[in-house]
């Protein structure tokens, strides 16, 4: 799958808003689209069907999950019809595929050997599916191979690129990324190092400014010396950024929920997309 993006859709809200931005990347790169719909063994069993069943008036046939599993089916197959409909607009190459599985396994199961995931940051399950640590962005962001781009319920295209550097093995991918996006746009990108030393803070933002202009592109120094989180937050909203780019390591949920994460914190609260590299 070089150079394609899987974008991992339910069709809600904010994974339209995902398929929105990774087709017009795909058309404005030259990359192609595999359109990802997972089907959810939970909601064919247990409860869930129960309660369906009732709601319909039905008694509990032996083969009513048999048509549960027919009715999601092709349900992602309507969604992933309008997806491709988008990229046949654009001229973008589609393929897809429907899966079995939670959203966030089959997200990350087809992330293996990928160029890039894109997904919405809440589904069908809402907001409120963070707090059980289940959501398919917080799963995707922990363990997917490939980088993932997660997606709010608006998105524009990314002229102003805003890339979080502190000189690690991550933060260099994230430049990599900001300087592959950089070359379409005519604004220069930003790179931010946070620290507690102003001196340090502003040679590292140095550094990374070099390494985006030794790919060509224009770069911007900025620095801080607040929690991390809170100054990346900060410099989107003071320059109007449309996209963050960031490093990101494989870590648990329960290491998140007792340490805290830089990168989870900005993924949920940013108001632009952000994309998590590996």
Not at 144 to 155: I, N, T, Y
Request: aromatic content about 4%; glycine content about 10%.
């Amino acid at each position: 799958m070089a150079e394609t993006i899987v974008v991992a859709t339910d069709g809600s809200e904010c994974a339209v808003a995902a398929e929105d931005l990774a087709v017009r990347l795909a058309a404005e790169h030259g990359w192609g689209i595999l359109g990802l719909y997972a089907v959810d063994p939970r909601r064919m069993g247990g409860a869930y069907v129960t309660d369906l069943a009732g709601a319909l008036g039905a008694t509990f046939p032996g083969n009513f999950v048999t048509v549960v599993r027919q009715s999601l089916e092709a349900r992602g197959e309507g969604v992933l019809d309008r997806l491709a409909s988008a990229c046949a607009e654009m001229s973008v190459p589609f393929q897809r595929r429907i899966a079995q599985g939670t959203a966030g396994e089959a997200a990350c199961e087809t992330a293996r050997g990928a160029f890039l995931v894109a997904l919405g940051r809440t589904g069908e399950a809402g907001p409120w599916a963070r707090r059980l640590l289940g959501s398919t962005a917080d799963t995707a962001a922990r363990r997917s191979p490939a980088p993932v781009l997660v997606v709010p319920r608006e998105a524009r295209h990314p002229r102003r690129i805003l890339v979080a550097f502190d000189g690690g093995p991550q933060a260099g991918l994230a430049i990599t990324w900001a300087a592959r996006l950089g070359r379409k746009s005519a604004q220069p990108v930003t790179v931010l190092s946070v620290h507690a030393d102003a001196e340090e803070a502003a040679r590292v933002a140095g550094v990374g400014c070099a390494l985006v202009g030794a790919e060509g592109v224009a770069a911007r120094p900025a620095h801080g010396h607040a929690e991390p989180a809170e100054e990346i937050l900060a410099e989107v909203q003071t320059a109007s950024h449309d996209l963050v780019i960031m490093g990101s390591s494989r870590h648990t949920a329960f290491r998140d929920w007792v340490l805290g994460g830089t990168a989870a914190r900005v993924m949920h609260q940013s108001p632009v997309p952000v994309l998590l590299c590996r």
